[in-house]
Nanobody, 123 residues
């Protein structure tokens, strides 16, 4: 059974930093791409970043230069280092596994999802 568990969310002031973690079990972690998504209240879920098993990474425009994705294939963990946080980054953040080994976007190729972790950026 595939399980993804996110952690590391919380309340932070604008300009602050957080590091999200996603622990994956029951999945051949090293073979596939894994992504971060977020959903703000009243908005559709959007892709944030992706890490391919081939070493490729992708970032959505709103987070480029501020967020960094990384993965530990031995520990089966995915990370998202978030710096320079803005109020518009407030959302529930989810990690999800892809059916592909490379980052192709943020579409239906993502099949298993975690329960999410809340990130709130506010003064």
């Amino acid at each position: 059974q595939v399980q993804l568990v996110e952690s590391g969310g919380g309340l932070v002031q604008p300009g602050g930093s957080l590091r999200l973690s996603c622990t994956v079990s029951g999945f051949t972690f090293g073979y596939y791409a894994i992504g971060w998504f977020r959903q703000a209240p009243g908005k559709e879920r959007e892709g944030v970043s992706c890490s391919g098993s081939n070493g490729s990474t992708h970032y959505a425009e709103p987070v480029k230069g501020r967020f960094t994705i990384s993965r530990d294939n031995v520990k089966k963990k995915l990370f998202l280092e978030m710096n320079g946080l803005k109020p518009e980054d407030t959302a529930v953040y989810y990690c999800a596994t892809s059916l592909l080994y490379y980052c192709s976007g943020y579409g239906p190729e993502y099949d298993y999802w975690g329960q999410g972790t809340q990130v709130t950026v506010s003064s």
